[in-house]
């Protein structure tokens, strides 16, 4: 059925940029004239909160895909500090059951480091050992 009226109705953030508004809810109130002659009113109501898709306040936008994300999956990358999502997040486990959160960028960074560390400690580990060695013989 075609409606009678369409009435929009969109909740957005103060935009203090333009361009920079977001819409947080938007409505949509549709007039229609019923089968028994009353003209009826539905409502339809979409909230986004978030672009994370969670119901929580937002907490900021992420430095890399630009997505607002809500308090609990918001954080910032322990190497270069960039406010990052949990999308753009690697978690690297850490003792203790803790996990650090590290963006792309980082993370790859520190894989290299720790592959760097690997082969290094591998490459010296006969030096250190022959040392060893002399050193106990005398
Ligand atoms: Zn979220
Ligand atoms: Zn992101
Ligand atoms: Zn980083």
Redesign the pocket.
């Known amino acids: 059925m075609k409606p009678l009226r369409n009435k929009q109705k969109l909740v957005i953030t103060d935009g203090r940029i333009p361009g920079q508004e977001r819409v947080l809810e938007s409505q949509l109130e549709s007039d229609v004239l019923s089968d028994g002659g009353s003209v009826d009113s539905i409502t339809t109501s979409t909230i986004r909160p ?1 672009e ?3 119901f ?1 306040p937002p907490a900021g936008r992420c430095e890399l895909c630009k997505s607002l ?2 308090v ?3 954080g910032h990358c322990q190497g270069c500090n960039a406010p990052i999502c ?1 999308e753009c997040s690697v978690f690297v486990g850490l003792p203790g059951g803790k996990a650090a959160r590290y963006c792309q960028g980082c993370y790859s960074k520190i894989k290299q480091q720790t592959r760097t560390a690997a082969i290094v400690q591998f490459l010296l580990s006969p030096i250190v050992s022959f040392k060893d060695q002399s050193n106990e013989g005398k």
């Open positions: 978030c994370c898709g969670c929580q994300s809500c609990s999956c918001h949990r």
